[in-house]
C-alpha cells in the first residue's frame, strides 16, 4: 500500500480579497487553535511606531506627516498614498521603505514557526500578489483563498468601521490588481456577504477540507 506525504509543516495559506472584505477575520479562522496569523498590517503598525520611521518618513515627506508628540500622523501619511495627484510617488516611496522590512519579518516568523512546530501560518498580506515578484511570499504559500464580499458590503463596512466616506474602498483598489484576477489566482474561494458565524463555519470547512486532501 502507498504511504501518503505527510503535509508541509508548517502549511502556509494566503489569504486574498479586496479592501475589507473580512481578509483579517477569515485569516485568523482560518488558522484555528494552534495555527497562527502573520499580518503584514501590524508588521507596518509596529514599524511606523519606530523612530527609523519618523526619521526616514519625516526627511522624504516633510515635518507635516508628524503628529504633535513627534510621531507619525497616519491619517496625513495615508492621504498623502492615497492622492489621485500625488499618491503613486508617495506610494513608491513608502512601499520602497516597508516592503522589504515587512517581507524580512514575515519570512523570519515562518522560520521560527517552523522550528516550533507550528501546523499552519495564514499570511494575512494585503498586497500578496502583487508583491510577489519582489518579495516571493505568494510563492511560499501551499494554498490561497479569496475572500468575496459584495461591492456594496465592503464599502458600508469601510464607512461604518473605518470611518471612510463613501467610495473610499474603490479608490483604494486602484492601486492593486483586479479582484477578478486575485479570485482566479485562489485555490479555493470563500464568500464573506453575511455574518461572522457563517464566516467561520465555512472556514472550518475549507480547512477540514484542505487537511484531508
Known amino acids: 500500500m502507498e504511504s501518503r506525504s505527510s503535509p508541509p509543516i508548517p502549511r502556509i495559506l494566503g489569504v486574498l480579497g479586496g479592501v475589507a472584505s473580512g481578509k483579517s477575520a477569515a485569516a485568523r479562522f482560518l488558522a484555528g487553535e494552534g495555527g497562527q496569523v502573520v499580518s503584514a498590517d501590524a508588521i507596518v503598525q509596529q514599524l511606523l511606531d519606530g523612530k527609523e520611521a519618523v526619521k526616514v518618513l519625516s526627511a522624504r515627506f516633510g515635518a507635516a506627516v508628524l503628529d504633535p ?42 522560520e521560527e514557526a517552523r522550528r516550533e512546530g507550528v501546523p499552519r501560518i495564514v499570511l494575512d498580506v494585503p498586497l500578496l500578489l502583487e508583491t510577489d515578484a519582489e518579495s516571493g511570499l505568494a510563492r511560499l504559500c501551499h494554498v490561497l483563498v479569496f475572500v468575496a464580499t459584495a461591492d456594496e458590503i465592503r464599502d458600508r463596512r469601510g464607512q461604518q468601521y473605518r470611518c471612510w466616506p463613501a467610495g473610499e474602498v474603490a479608490r483604494r483598489e486602484t492601486a492593486q490588481l483586479p479582484l477578478k484576477e486575485k479570485r482566479e489566482r485562489a485555490d479555493h474561494v470563500l464568500s464573506n456577504d453575511k455574518t461572522l458565524e457563517e464566516l467561520e463555519t465555512a472556514c472550518r470547512r475549507l480547512m477540514a477540507q484542505i487537511e484531508a486532501d
Open 69 to 110: 508628540e513627534g510621531g507619525l500622523d497616519r491619517g496625513h501619511l495615508a492621504r498623502l498614498v492615497f492622492d489621485p495627484e500625488t499618491g503613486e510617488e508617495a506610494r513608491r516611496a513608502l512601499e520602497g521603505w516597508t516592503h522589504p522590512r515587512v517581507r524580512a519579518r514575515i519570512l523570519a516568523r515562518i
